[in-house]
């Protein structure tokens, strides 16, 4: 079964960075289509980045301020947040799917459990 368990959050000011990680179950990395979603308060969740063999993929919102990149040997997915912003505050998501449409549209079978990331200004 896949396990994700997310950490790295915390209360930033503004124009600070975060780094949130994302430790998978074993073989998960390597076998399914890894992506951070985000939900602030009041609003859906979207998808913000999206990582699959190397290959990364950016919600439009997200290019620039946010990287996102992968640890094959440690099962393990990053999010870096550069020049954070109040609007950045949510709590951050980590899923899995197979399928890589999926997660571009929000969608995901196995999700982590959260991590809060607030943004003073």
């Known amino acids: 079964q896949v396990q994700l368990v997310e950490s790295g959050g915390g209360l930033v000011q503004a124009g600070g960075s975060l780094r949130l990680s994302c430790a998978a179950s074993?073989?998960?990395?390597?076998?399914?289509?890894m992506g951070w979603f985000r939900q602030a308060p009041g609003r859906e969740r979207e998808f913000v980045a999206g990582i699959s063999r190397g290959t990364t993929y950016y919600a439009n919102s997200a290019k620039g301020r946010f990287t996102i990149s992968g640890d094959n040997a440690k099962n393990t997915v990053y999010l870096e947040i550069d020049d954070l912003e109040p609007e950045d505050t949510a709590v951050y998501y980590c899923?899995?799917?197979?399928?890589?449409?999926?997660?571009?549209?929000?969608?995901?079978?196995?999700w982590g459990q959260g991590t809060q990331v607030t943004v003073s200004s």
């Open positions: 074993e073989r998960t990395f390597s076998s399914y289509i």
């Open positions: 899923a899995a799917d197979e399928r890589l449409s999926r997660v571009v549209d929000g969608f995901a079978d196995y």
